[in-house]
């Protein structure tokens, strides 16, 4: 048995490949911005693969892009990225910005209380297929 304390956010960060990388940039700035993620790494032109980095800052990169043209391929149904959302608000932003840049609605933002009773998520498709949640299970604050 180990010693070690388990750190509080074990996922380092994820990536995928994607088809195009400024088709990908355009959608993934909009849907993460609402987040609290943004565009902290571009590689630089010529670069291959070019690649996008996403977090809350530099040192903390979360989603890592690369541009594999046609051999990029999304895994089906059944698996998804699934990011907390500060509120609700920011799930009906991330869901809305998705659609608005190339995304497609896999669920529109709303309760899903089979999930739990304040389970509040929207879902979305990127536009090579990846499946991603926004969730917020925080309850509303009724000030």
Known sequence: MSNMTPQPNILGHFSIGVRDCDVSETFYTSVLAPLGLHL???????????TLGYGPDEDHELVNVFEYHHEAHAPGVGFHFAFNA?????????????IENGGKSNGAPGLRKWYGPTYYAAFLIDPDGWRLEAVCQHEVSSS
């Open 40 to 50: 902290v790494y571009k590689s630089k032109p010529g670069d291959s693969p070019r």
């Open 86 to 98: 500060r509120s609700r608000s920011a799930v009906d932003e991330f869901h809305a910005t998705g």
